[in-house]
């Protein structure tokens, strides 16, 4: 079987070894011509020219695999004929559940309050997880994992999606309850993808449902959160801190009022990363789905974006 690797030269090195590994049967290329090639293998950024992708040339993929999660880039591309899969990796889910817990532990225990400045803090010890409540918006394999992870540190945890399926251990409100998970959310963390539905969901009228002195922790994407109400209810004191991991425009540009904001953290789109050796596998598997007419795994359901 032969596939396109549609990403990054740079890529190139990490991917290439870890794919043809997993999948010894596979003829991995970065040139050639595209009626040739039985599957693309794609990541942002490619070409790099800025320019989007055009994939009507790929007459007999019979798949695109995406290796990042989140696919707004490529699923409203109209030359995308093919069936398009996102990633959905062991060492993604890892990486955020790690990023998340972490942030949270942050703001839970309070710990930016014991820089050393030679004052002695004794006065206000943390609570513990379970007096402390945490909403995760959006509940799928990435907010689903973080949701679980919080939970078993004792976080008293409330999910929300927008079908609201159920998850053993976690209470998970469905779309029309945004204000009810908002409404809970000492600590937010939000883990939806970039859609239509999704664009600008927490604009002022939604933060102001937060609780007093809120955080919110944003490894999704950038355009889940309205920048200048964002801003606006920080430096009113509505809300503590804001843990900013994705932004519209990536890089952050250097002018920009987050870089200097003293309560928001940025970390430049971090969270998590999709790892070849755990990841390779995984393509693997679709590659041969595609190439036997089976069901491929994690598919994109297009009208929805996600
Ligand atoms: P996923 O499995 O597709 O889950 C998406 C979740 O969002 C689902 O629970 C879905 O609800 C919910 N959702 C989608 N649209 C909604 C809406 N309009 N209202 C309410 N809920 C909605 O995606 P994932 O793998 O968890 O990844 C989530 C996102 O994380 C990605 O799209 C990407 O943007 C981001 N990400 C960031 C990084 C990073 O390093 N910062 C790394 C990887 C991914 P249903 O369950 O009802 O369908």
């Known amino acids: 079987m032969r596939a396109f690797f549609a990403a990054r030269a740079a890529l190139w090195n990490s991917w290439a070894p870890a794919l043809r590994a997993a999948c010894p049967e596979l003829d991995l290329a970065r040139e050639g011509d595209p009626a040739g090639f039985d599957a693309v293998i794609y990541a942002p950024g490619f070409p790099k020219d800025g320019r989007a992708m055009d994939f009507a040339p790929f007459t007999r993929a019979r798949l695109v695999q995406s290796l990042w999660a989140g696919v707004e880039r490529i699923a409203p591309n109209p030359t995308l004929i093919q069936p398009l899969c996102r990633m959905v990796d062991p060492g993604l ?7 998340c817990a972490g942030w949270t532990l942050r703001a839970h225990l309070g710990m930016d309050r014991f820089a050393q400045d030679g004052l002695w803090r004794n006065d206000c010890p943390p609570p513990l997880a379970a007096q402390r409540r945490v909403s995760v918006l959006g509940m799928g394999e990435l907010g689903g994992a973080v949701a679980d992870a919080l939970a078993a540190l004792g976080f008293r945890v409330t ?3 927008a079908s609201g399926r159920p998850r053993p251990g976690i209470e998970v409100l469905g779309g029309p309850d945004l204000h009810r998970a908002l409404g809970r959310a000492d600590i937010l963390v939000t883990l939806l993808p970039d859609t239509p539905a999704t664009r600008d969901l927490l604009d002022a009228d939604r933060l102001a449902l937060l609780p007093q002195g809120a955080w919110i922790i944003n490894p999704g994407r950038g355009t889940l959160i309205v ?3 964002l801003l606006a209810a920080l430096n009113s004191g509505r809300l503590s801190h ?7 425009t990536e890089p952050l540009p250097p002018a920009h009022p987050f870089w200097s904001h003293p309560q928001i953290t940025v970390t430049p789109h971090v969270a998590a990363e999709t790892r070849p050796a755990s990841a390779a596998p995984v393509v693997a598997e679709n590659l041969r789905r595609a190439m036997a007419g ?3 795994l994690h598919q994109v359901d297009r009208a929805r974006g996600y």
Request: proline share 4%; no cysteine; hydrophobic share 45%.
């Open 93 to 99: 889910a890892q990486g955020m559940v790690e990023y």
């Open 159 to 161: 999910g929300w999606s």
């Open 227 to 229: 920048e200048d109400d």
């Open 242 to 248: 804001a843990v900013l991991d994705v932004f519209r």
């Open 294 to 296: 089976r069901p491929l």
